[in-house]
């Protein structure tokens, strides 16, 4: 499996997985196992991919079979919730200090294929992700809608995000997240 910054060739094969999972095209029985929920363009992924620099996939047998998005909190501001989360930001604090859009990110989403799950591809993705980024910041901030439960799971147990605070946008719940960039991740296989 390679891991590797998304390139404008891949943005064809990010976006087939990506609507594979996402909440309004996923097998209703496959909810249970995560799910995404934020639509992306070609052209909003040619941004993340050409100006951020933020979007991280890991490819097998040619195949993109997960990624990571991850960019500064001006990219997210086109979004109404992202927008709402940006307004909230001086009101949170992780690692002693305030939160604001020079001093964090927002990580995610994340999607990984039901066909490599379990077989270490989050902690790998996620660990080169972060590492890339922590170049530019100190704090990753994330959300997870409190139905995704697999999500929720995945990112406190496996990877140690810890809960900051918590939200309710549109009508749904959510679970706001923070992690130390500078951090080292035990449970990352090594290469």
């Not at 095209?25 to 040619?46: A, H, Y």
């Not at 909230?88 to 305030?98: A, F, V």
């Not at 995000?161 to 960039?181: C, G, K, M, P, S």
Request: charged share 25%.
């Amino acid at each position: 499996m390679q891991l590797k910054q998304a390139e404008i060739a891949d943005i064809d094969n990010v976006l087939k997985l990506h609507y594979r999972y996402h909440i309004d095209f996923i097998n209703e029985e496959d909810k249970q196992d995560g799910f995404v929920t934020t639509p992306f363009t070609k052209e909003q992924l040619r941004e993340l991919v050409e100006e951020e620099k933020g979007l991280f996939i890991a490819v097998h047998d040619g195949d993109v079979v997960a990624y990571v998005m991850a960019a500064s909190w001006q990219f997210w501001s086109k979004w109404s919730m992202f927008a709402f989360m940006i307004e909230n930001l001086p009101n949170l604090e992780y690692l002693g200090q305030k939160l604001n859009i020079h001093n964090s990110y927002q990580y995610g989403p994340i999607c990984i294929d039901k066909s490599v799950r379990g077989s270490g591809v989050l902690e790998k993705i996620f660990g080169y992700a972060q590492k890339e980024m922590s170049k530019r910041y100190p704090i990753l901030v994330t959300f997870i809608n409190k139905i995704n439960i697999r999500s929720y799971q995945a990112h406190t147990k496996k990877l140690g995000l810890e809960v900051i605070a918590e939200f309710d946008y549109n009508n749904n719940h959510y679970y706001e997240l923070a992690f130390d960039t500078a951090s080292e991740l035990n449970s990352i296989p090594k290469e």
